[in-house]
């Protein structure tokens, strides 16, 4: 692990250097670097007049794309958007005693959010959630628990845990004609986090604690792998590339560069390079590694480890959350032009 004084070496001579160790003067990144760019936000709330609040290391926050190149950060009843100019357009808190729960985006400024808590025993609902009107709407509501939900088109995909069993469906509504929730796919065992996500296709992929699913849009299960994770979380984008996490094997070093961030978050991401496990482990992090799969290869990356959410903003960055509660940096990654997910 880089110590500060390296860090402050490193900083002051301008090198450019690769894993355990981070790049802070140059004027571009390498053409064969992977760039980590924290990103930085004014954290007054809307419609605050005071001096700005810009901040790069905040807590760790559920991420979901706006569909328009931007995203969404979620923590407890705390929000945040950014648009795709990197611009943080909202920033609230909900009222005490306002839902909360897994959210994902239908347009940048309207989310589904399943309500309820991620155990086998507590109901759930899926909400319409309009950020700008800050109304709710109650799309169903269920006997079951919820956990992730995912879009495609006009279909809504949810996590329900079933009742009294270490099991769970994928159920998928409709938002135009609401009804009873079908299933889609096989019931999977576990009742731990589920992660979802749902391709242009209509593909459904899923990570729990102990494998990665892909089932297929009528539910037909592709494939089935056993990869273990301490926070199961998965993103797909446009084109089909997959973003899992994972206690996969230690991957080998790659060029990496970090673009700016204050001391704190730069310091932050240089803890989640090089992984201790039992400096992780003492924080209540696990290493899950972040794997980035195409239907022609995959590779698994050495930095960014142990993220708390992620989510593809378009087909070629991912905007990833390290961390915990005393620093979690929302960090934009970017695979160098030269070297691509797709070896």
């Not at 899926?126 to 700008?132: C, I, R, T």
Request: one cysteine or more; charged letters at 15%; proline letters at 8%.
């Amino acid at each position: 692990m880089i110590s500060r004084v390296r860090r402050a070496v490193a900083i002051a001579v301008g090198v450019v250097v690769t894993l355990g160790s981070v790049t802070a003067c140059a004027a571009e990144p390498p053409a064969d670097s992977w760039v980590l760019t924290p990103i930085s936000f004014d954290n007054r709330m809307d419609g605050d007049t005071g001096p700005p609040d810009v901040i790069d290391a905040a807590y760790p926050m559920a991420l979901t794309g706006d569909t328009a190149g931007g995203f969404w950060g979620a923590s407890a009843g705390s929000f945040l958007h950014v648009d795709e100019a990197g611009v943080a357009v909202r920033r609230f808190n909900l009222d005490p005693g306002a839902p909360t729960g897994a959210i994902a985006a239908i347009s940048p400024t309207v989310l589904l959010m399943s309500t309820g808590e991620q155990t086998a025993t507590y109901p759930g609902s899926v909400m319409l959630f309009d950020s700008e009107a800050m109304s709710w709407t109650e799309v169903h509501r269920d006997e079951r628990a919820l956990g992730d939900i995912a879009t495609y088109g006009d279909t809504v995909y949810v996590v329900a845990y079933e009742f009294g069993k270490p099991a769970f469906t994928i159920e998928k509504l409709a938002l135009s004609s609401p009804a009873e929730p079908i299933p889609v796919g096989p019931t999977f065992d576990g009742y731990g986090q589920v992660a979802i996500d749902v391709d242009s296709d209509g593909a459904i992929y899923v990570a729990t604690s102990t494998e990665r699913i892909s089932l297929a849009a009528d539910g037909t299960v592709q494939w089935r792998e056993p990869v273990g994770s301490t926070n199961p979380v998965v993103s797909v984008n446009e084109r089909g590339d997959v973003a899992w996490s994972g206690l996969d094997p230690t991957p080998a070093a790659l060029p990496t560069f970090v673009v700016g961030g204050s001391a704190e978050a730069r310091g932050i991401i240089d803890d989640h390079i090089e992984c201790d496990p039992e400096t992780l482990a003492f924080s209540g992090q696990g290493v899950d590694y972040l794997t980035l799969a195409t239907s022609q290869n995959s590779r698994t990356l050495p930095f960014l480890c142990a993220p708390r959410s992620i989510t593809w903003i378009n087909d070629h960055e991912l905007v990833v959350s390290i961390g915990t509660e005393g620093g979690a940096p929302l960090v934009r990654l970017t695979p160098p032009a030269t070297a691509e997910v797709h070896p």
